[in-house]
């Protein structure tokens, strides 16, 4: 609790944006000083960590190899297998794909996906291969947590890509609303739920939203936006699940 009241304070009180040479750039406010260098590098590193592609990996290794129940009588063997299925599915795949369309100049530009425009096959092309990840893990009998969070990442890149329509939405809050979400319902339905993955749940949401804002172009309302959309498409998987 103490993290989120820290994250609002911390927010600026004004923004705006200006168009440049190099699109969307972000313009400060009499009140608000401009991010040191050092802020910006951690604002980027925390952004790299933890990228929208990595996240599904890091909450799968968690079920797969950290929690005690989740996954217990599997072999080590079928939980490397199925940790690889997701790291394919989930951010391999996209990531090549990306790289593809923008190494052949195929509508992307930039690798970071800069515009609407250029996240909208990206957006398709992921949420085609997240569906295809729980329908697979759906249907080889895997534990129900492991089928509640892909499916609540599968609603997650569905939800960033219709509000993709109005707004530009932050895809890493979208994914850190998600987990976080994922980690508050894991504690209401587990008896045996240890707080660590939660609290680190709430630490990386702070940081990846108060690093979108430090060094990204979207406004606040893309970033709470992106952020609470995560959260309720992690939410509405439990009607499934």
């Known amino acids: 609790m103490d993290l989120v009241i820290w994250f609002l304070v911390f927010l600026p009180r004004m923004e705006h944006f200006s168009v440049g040479p190099q699109g ?48 217990a009588g599997y072999s080590e063997k079928m939980r490397v297998f199925r940790l690889a299925n997701v790291i394919l599915c989930t951010a391999f795949l996209p990531a090549l794909s990306i790289f593809i369309m923008w190494r052949l100049k195929l509508v992307i530009s930039s690798i970071q996906l800069k515009t609407q425009r250029e996240r909208i096959i990206p957006y398709v092309i992921a949420l085609t291969l997240y569906f295809w990840c729980w329908y697979v893990f759906k249907n080889v009998d895997s534990p129900p947590e492991m089928q509640l969070f892909l499916l609540g990442a599968f609603l997650s890149v569905c939800a960033a890509w219709m509000l993709n329509i109005p707004m530009r939405v932050s895809m890493h809050t979208t994914a850190a ?20 993955p939660l609290s680190i749940a709430i630490l990386v949401a702070g940081l990846v939203c108060t690093a979108r804002l430090l060094v990204s172009t979207h406004t606040y309302k893309e970033i709470y936006v992106g952020f609470f959309a995560g959260v309720l498409a992690q939410w509405v998987a439990t009607w499934f699940v």
């Open 24 to 71: 969307l750039q972000r313009l400060t406010s009499r009140n608000e000083p401009e991010p040191s260098r050092f802020a910006k590098a951690i604002g980027h590193f925390v952004s790299y960590i933890f990228h929208p592609l990595f996240i599904p990996a890091y909450v799968s290794y968690y079920l797969l190899f950290m929690h005690p129940f989740v996954f």
């Open 177 to 196: 609303g998600a987990v976080l979400a994922f980690f508050l319902i894991l504690a209401f339905r587990d008896a045996t739920f240890d707080a660590l």
